[in-house]
């Protein structure tokens, strides 16, 4: 027989399911919210959690999450709930719920999918993307070597110009093997002392700091007291200026603090040749976890990707994979399937410019930034004629040639048989 978890704020939901789950012969634990079913769960090791959707504290899709992400998911769960729909029940499943149960339960529903669930194996552990998938690009192998080098110095840790997915594969990167792993934004419970305890040695772990709530930054100034104490770092990340948390009202001494060391994510624009190698790496990882479908891209639609601006940057360009691997109706990607994600309004994409990112960098870097925008335009609309591009941006061969050199911009063999 097994040991079951019931989820559940409603005494009387509790009660019923302990009383059917006994009679079969299960020892039944009960909690009435996420905070005593994380107690239960890291002492009990339940073989199973029946796990309610809507709680007063933190709801259940939220306490799903956060054992997913942190590895805590390492038996069944079904979701249970009395307003089920089916978007919930496609999230709880994305997420790693195995089953759903509609309220009023009834007992034979009950038992059978009891049964079912306690037969799941769970899926084996895969560990999570960090950059050292991408070795083989110069630009994430930099960005490995400066988040490690400025990780080794201090317990906070700033992310500029970073949130979502590459923000925690850049965190992820910096976890230890089988240390703890504990995302801040992911609950609006009140963070405990047993909960940092538990996370000793590991990393605290925060994707955006503008979408935090005002609970979750009382977490988080609870955490920077305790950081030495229990050996923990902090990973934070933001897409926007410091200036905007003190907007938003954020405590001037918080925001010092967290912007004492940062590292800033490259930007996609002047690093073309690096986005078929990052995208096809992406598209792998997403196919080993059985996130997507088997997919692998054309060289044609590779191209299309390095050739697109990206205005989004690194959540855009994520976000384009998945999509890509998720709508494209063949195995193999084609490059009408990426002009279909990324289509825009030719209007739109005309004026159009990765401007705002550049008014976050110190002038030297904006400049250089704005320049490599400027020769891309150009080398674009000329179709790399280079004595056409001279004309039009007032320079002298040489020197167009070596300022496109100091700004990264590899011409190759084509702009010479343009000429």
């Keep these: 027989m097994a040991q079951i978890l019931v989820v559940d704020d409603e005494i009387g939901i509790r009660e ?124 994430l192998k930099d960005l490995k070597k400066r988040l490690e080098q400025a990780a080794a110095k201090t317990q906070i840790l700033l992310l500029k110009s970073a949130s979502g997915g590459i923000a925690e594969i850049c965190a992820r990167t910096l976890q230890a093997p089988q240390t703890p792993w504990l995302d801040l934004s992911a609950s609006s419970a009140p963070l405990t ?125 994520l976000a384009a994979v998945k999509n890509l691997a998720l709508s494209a109706l063949e195995e193999e990607i084609s490059v009408e399937d990426v002009g279909r994600v990324l289509q825009r309004d030719a209007g739109e994409a005309a004026v159009q410019t990765p401007i705002m990112p550049m008014f976050e960098q110190p002038l030297r870097d904006a400049r250089e930034a704005f320049e490599r925008l400027y020769f891309e335009h150009h080398l674009k609309s000329e179709r790399g004629n280079m004595t056409r591009v001279a004309e039009k941006t007032g320079l002298e061969r040489t020197h167009l040639y070596r300022k496109l050199k100091q700004l990264g911009l590899n011409l190759g063999r084509r702009s010479e048989e343009r000429e």
């Design 16 to 139: 019923l399911l302990s009383e059917i789950l006994a009679d079969e012969g299960h020892t039944v634990w009960l909690a009435e919210h996420a905070a005593a079913a994380r107690k239960i769960r890291n002492e009990k090791r339940p073989d199973l959690v029946l796990l309610d959707i809507w709680m007063p504290d933190t709801d259940g899709i939220s306490l799903l999450k956060e054992w997913s992400s942190g590895g805590l998911l390492t038996m069944p769960v079904v979701m249970m709930s009395g307003h089920g729909t089916i978007d919930t029940a496609v999230e709880a499943t994305r997420i790693g719920a195995i089953d759903f149960l509609e309220k009023p339960i009834a007992l034979q529903k009950l038992l059978a999918t009891v049964k079912k669930a306690l037969k799941h194996e769970a899926a084996p552990h895969k560990p999570p993307l960090t950059l050292d998938a991408f070795a083989r690009s110069p630009l």
């Design 193 to 317: 002392q047993e909960m940092l305890e538990k996370s000793a040695g590991g990393i605290l772990f925060i994707a955006d700091l503008l979408l935090l709530g005002k609970l979750q930054q009382m977490n988080l100034v609870f955490a920077l007291e305790r950081l030495e104490k229990h050996n923990l770092q902090l990973v934070a990340a933001s897409t926007r200026s410091l200036a905007a948390l003190d907007e938003a009202g954020w405590d001037p001494a918080l925001i010092a603090r967290l912007g004492e060391v940062w590292v800033a994510l490259p930007q996609l624009a002047g690093h073309a040749d690096d986005v078929p190698e990052i995208a096809a790496l992406v598209l792998n990882h997403l196919v080993e976890r059985s996130e997507v479908p088997q997919r692998h891209f054309s060289s044609s639609a590779l191209n299309a990707l390095r050739m697109h601006r990206w205005q989004g940057e690194w959540s855009e360009l």
